[in-house]
């Protein structure tokens, strides 16, 4: 039994040696070496037209692309989220609560308050010594009536920033009154739609916005500046009462010379501090920011247009 196990293992070990290697036939592996020859060619050949086609299937991709790297798709051409900006704000909440939209701190308390604080100074950091920046190549000052080239952007200064919304007053956080900053998402080739006269003025704006704009148009020689007007209030009838007065820097709103925003270096968004005056204590604040333009659609669902967050002072 054992013979013939160890001749069946003999057997075996005989067949492998000449699959290797057949001296009889001259074969490697089972192949002569034209049989080889003919397979490598054939992949060789194989995989360099595979590889020819991605090339030019990479080359003929690269062509639809924007060397200024824009989209290929922008506002007006796609849905919904394509022709509506959404608004964003800061500070943001803890990592551990990053779905919140709460701001909840211990007024005075330097620790408890740390958080905001660094969030608010993070986010201003570019803005940071910018009036002291020569204009350079792309950055420069710009108005209604000066507007900027096809290659330039407008300088924001953070010495616009007033009252207590400043690195230096810690942002309000250390007193009674905190601020936070708004700004408007980049989109590109999007183009506010401002508006003209009070007429135009939608019948949802709140009233003391209107009364901004008309007292505005009036020292404006009877124009309205071109702006993305900007109004935070109290959504519920109890916030209004709680949320206490309310300031704006530097502008009640986005100026409509900062738009569009085409990818160009230099650019910095515009921001708008909005600073309350004497919240009530203890009480959670349920507050809606809106942007308002007449090509700007407000949806509470989708976050277009405008932004929602809680304020809790203790």
Request: aromatic residues 14%; negative net charge; contains cysteine.
């Given at each position: 039994?054992?013979?013939?196990?160890?001749?069946?293992?003999?057997?075996?070990?005989?067949?492998?040696?000449?699959?290797?290697?057949?001296?009889?036939?001259?074969?490697?592996?089972?192949?002569?070496?034209?049989?080889?020859?003919?397979?490598?060619?054939?992949y060789i050949i194989f995989y360099a037209c595979?590889?020819?086609?991605?090339?030019?299937?990479?080359?003929?991709?690269?062509?639809?692309?924007?060397?200024?790297?824009?989209?290929?798709?922008?506002?007006?051409?796609?849905?919904?989220?394509?022709?509506?900006?959404?608004?964003?704000?800061?500070?943001?909440?803890?990592?551990?609560?990053?779905?919140?939209?709460?701001?909840?701190?211990?007024?005075?308390?330097?620790?408890?308050?740390?958080?905001?604080?660094?969030?608010?100074?993070?986010f201003i950091k570019p803005y940071e010594g910018?009036?002291?920046?020569?204009?350079?190549?792309?950055?420069?000052?710009?108005?209604?009536?000066?507007?900027?080239?096809?290659?330039?952007?407008?300088?924001?200064?953070?010495?616009?920033?007033?009252?207590?919304?400043?690195?230096?007053?810690?942002?309000?956080?250390?007193?009674?009154?905190?601020?936070?900053?708004?700004?408007?998402?980049?989109?590109?080739k999007w183009i506010p739609d401002v508006y003209?006269?009070?007429?135009?003025?939608?019948?949802?704006?709140?009233?003391?916005?209107?009364?901004?704009?008309?007292?505005?148009?009036?020292?404006?020689?009877?124009?309205?500046?071109?702006?993305?007007?900007?109004?935070?209030?109290?959504?519920?009838?109890?916030?209004?009462?709680?949320?206490?007065?309310?300031?704006?820097?530097?502008?009640?709103?986005?100026?409509?010379?900062?738009?569009?925003?085409?990818?160009?270096?230099?650019?910095?968004?515009?921001?708008?501090?909005?600073?309350?005056?004497?919240?009530?204590?203890?009480?959670?604040?349920?507050?809606?920011?809106?942007?308002?333009?007449?090509?700007?659609?407000?949806?509470?669902?989708?976050?277009?247009?405008?932004?929602?967050?809680?304020?809790?002072?203790?």
């Amino acid at each position: 039994m054992a013979d013939a196990y160890m001749k069946k293992a003999g057997d075996r070990d005989t067949t492998f040696k000449t699959f290797v290697w057949n001296s009889e036939t001259k074969q490697f592996l089972g192949r002569t070496g034209s049989s080889w020859f003919k397979i490598g060619v054939f992949y060789i050949i194989f995989y360099a037209c595979l590889a020819g086609f991605f090339a030019i299937m990479m080359a003929v991709f690269y062509q639809t692309l924007d060397t200024n790297h824009l989209p290929k798709y922008t506002p007006g051409d796609g849905g919904s989220l394509l022709r509506n900006p959404a608004m964003g704000f800061r500070p943001l909440p803890r990592a551990e609560n990053v779905e919140s939209t709460l701001i909840w701190y211990k007024n005075g308390d330097n620790d408890d308050i740390k958080h905001w604080v660094e969030q608010l100074n993070d986010f201003i950091k570019p803005y940071e010594g910018t009036s002291a920046k020569t204009s350079g190549q792309h950055v420069t000052d710009c108005s209604e009536s000066k507007l900027p080239g096809p290659e330039e952007v407008c300088r924001f200064e953070d010495e616009w920033l007033t009252d207590k919304c400043q690195k230096a007053e810690k942002w309000g956080y250390n007193r009674e009154s905190p601020c936070i900053i708004l700004k408007l998402n980049k989109m590109i080739k999007w183009i506010p739609d401002v508006y003209e006269s009070m007429d135009e003025l939608p019948e949802k704006m709140p009233k003391l916005l209107k009364d901004h704009i008309e007292k505005r148009m009036a020292e404006n020689g009877g124009k309205i500046p071109k702006m993305i007007w900007v109004s935070c209030e109290g959504e519920n009838p109890a916030d209004q009462e709680y949320i206490g007065p309310i300031r704006y820097s530097p502008w009640h709103g986005f100026p409509a010379y900062y738009f569009p925003y085409m990818h160009t270096p230099g650019y910095l968004p515009p921001i708008v501090a909005v600073q309350f005056d004497q919240p009530m204590s203890n009480v959670l604040i349920n507050i809606e920011c809106r942007a308002w333009a007449k090509n700007i659609i407000h949806d509470r669902q989708n976050r277009l247009g405008l932004v929602h967050f809680e304020l809790l002072k203790d």
